[in-house]
């Protein structure tokens, strides 16, 4: 039998093989792989009812349930994409990625109608809205209202059908466009570095809008794993699930690892299934590690990756946490996973430096994006003509081939595993009449890593009062984007071309840190 190259290819497969078997639970809901089939092939017929052809978008706006990746797997059929939407934006952001989409129905959970309510006249191109979930569930019917269709459009290999938007360095997120190639790609080298396969169980508690939910259950679907899905991670409920469920693979970030280990009793557990539990998105605090590791000995992995790359590109493995003698490697992101090249350049020249100098971290691999929807010029700026990605990350590799993430190219805050870039909050901030001028960095955080603040010169005559800053923020930025703290200076630092100089304003900040952006 030929390899599948395809996610419809790959379901079928699994539906042949083990028709009988669990694929995902959910709740008190599970589904074989023969019902799942059969969901999906509802789905692409009711995508084809309501007038949608390959090239066309769906949204989901909506915590984790299972409807959004099965509309994901439809959309592979159809020739469509799915564009999950980020539910932590604020509604003004949520317009914009959904609008930006072009996205023709919109699914959204029983959380968000109220929100989708109140904007529904500033999103031309929905042309209907079908809740999921809940008292007022209308997805279920919509599938129910059509026969299975086995139909399946012929999709090219670098076709889109996931569409993950990432935070853009000019305030506006943009779409990278996950193809099939891309997704198969990183499902197998995955299973290959975490020996994912048909007996796993892998939780899937991050959110779907994330690689680390929607590209991390791909590659368990990819392998005929099973999944259990939570829809929102609760501490004491991940880790109630990993013992009941005897879950072997899972990956969370830190943010919530520094809950987990607070639980009380959360090291009584039998955790003896698990083999992987992989981390990253965010730094992690080395005191957080090490209460980790205590709960969770011999399985932890820390991953690397982005978005643009359909998720990870690096792991360091378990042997490299156990060892003493290279405890100097915690802070690494470790070495390329299967078919990934990884090198670091001059961001300037765009020529390789020496081993351990600093640059930007480059990255070649299948997995790598189609590109930003409706941005060609981003994405010729992204990849280049030999197929390197720029991560806009910076870092350096040592002798032994391990990579050290240690700063943001494009001054990116990583908190919590979300990506925040400062020129979003500074659009929105600059437009204070109280402020002159800011700058927003990242600071070190004990739970979240890192979170943003914002350095202010203000106006003359103006004073800044930090609270009446923050109500600013927050009505127009998600929250967990909104600065933490305030600080107000004469002016900001500046190099002679006018540019802000952050490093400076990070400096004092990040003393006696180890900045480890993962």
Known sequence: MSKPTDFTAILAQWEAERPDTVAITFGASRWTWAELATRVRRNAAAQRAAGLVPGDRVAVLDLNHPACLELTLACAQVGTANA????????????????????????????FA??????????????????????????????????????????????????LYTSGTTGFPKGAMLTHRGMVAHAHNVAVDQSIGPDAIV????????????????????????????????PAAVLEMLEREKVTHTFLVPALLAMMVKVPGAGDRDYSAL?????GASPMPLPVMRATHEIFPGVMQQVYGMTEQCGVVSVLPTADH??????????????????????????????????????????????????????PESTAAAITEDGWLRSGDGGHMDADGYLYVTDRIKDMIISGGENIYPAEIERVMVEHPSIEDVAVIGVPDEKWGEVPKAVIVAR????????????WCRERLASFKCPKSFDVIDALPRNPTGKVLKKDLRKPYWEGHTRQVA
């Open 322 to 375: 156990e060892d003493p003698a290279v405890a100097h490697r915690l802070v690494s992101a470790g070495k390329a996973i299967h078919g990934v090249e990884i090198k670091v350049c001059d961001p300037v020249t765009g020529e390789p430096v020496a081993v351990g100098e600093p640059g930007e971290i480059w990255v070649r691999s299948e997995q790598v994006m189609g590109g930003y929807w409706g941005k």
């Open 114 to 163: 109220g929100a989708v309510a109140q904007l529904r006249d500033k999103l031309p191109t929905i042309e209907r809205v079908i809740r999921i979930g809940g008292p007022d569930d209308e997805y279920e019917a919509w599938l129910a209202a059509q026969e299975p269709d086995a139909a399946v459009h012929p999709s090219k290999p670098e076709d889109c059908f996931v569409q």
């Open 84 to 111: 999950v939407v980020n539910f932590r934006l604020a509604p003004p952001e949520i317009a914009y990625v959904i609008n930006d989409s072009r996205a023709r129905i919109l699914f959204v959970g029983p959380e």
């Open 275 to 279: 083999k992987t539990l992989s981390y």
């Open 460 to 471: 003359p005559g103006h004073t800044i009062d930090s609270a009446q800053m923050m109500a």
């Open 203 to 234: 939780q899937v508690a991050m959110p779907l809008f994330h690689v680390g939910g929607t590209s991390y259950s791909l590659a368990a679907l990819g392998q005929g794993a099973r999944i259990h899905m939570v829809r929102m991670p609760d």
